[in-house]
């Protein structure tokens, strides 16, 4: 079992930086994929950023150049540095786990942290 806890969210204006955390605590292989995913209101859940534990990074369209995905393999924590917020980023932020290779890891979520980028 693996156990994720997320942490940094909060409210920011627009134009403004947040940095999420998200600390793996269990039974964690040494190869895995850890990344962030988003919610908004009445949207689905949308992929934000994944890196695996060799640091290759994927992002979404919608946060390159604005959002970095990064981790500390030692402590089991992958952050995501938030710049440049809009509105639309809006939504809570779910951290996720693939326990393994990608093929055949299991996948956990954390509870989420909220984000919210208003006046």
């Known amino acids: 079992q693996v156990q994720l806890v997320e942490s940094g969210g909060g409210l920011v204006q627009p134009g403004g930086s947040l940095r999420l955390s998200c600390a793996a605590s269990?039974?964690?292989?040494?190869?895995?994929?850890m990344g962030w995913y988003r919610q908004g209101p009445g949207k689905e859940r949308e992929l934000v950023a994944s890196?695996?534990?060799?640091?290759?990074?994927n992002y979404a369209d919608s946060v390159k150049g604005r959002f970095t995905i990064s981790r500390e393999n030692a402590k089991n924590t992958v952050y995501l540095q938030m710049n440049s917020l809009k509105p639309e980023d809006t939504a809570v932020y779910y951290c996720?786990?693939?326990?393994?290779?990608?093929?055949?890891?299991?996948?956990?979520w954390g509870k989420g942290t909220q984000v919210t980028v208003s006046l």
């Open positions: 996720k786990q693939i326990n393994g290779p990608p093929q055949y890891g299991r996948t956990y």
């Open positions: 269990g039974s964690i292989f040494s190869v895995n994929v």
């Open positions: 890196i695996n534990t060799s640091g290759t990074t």
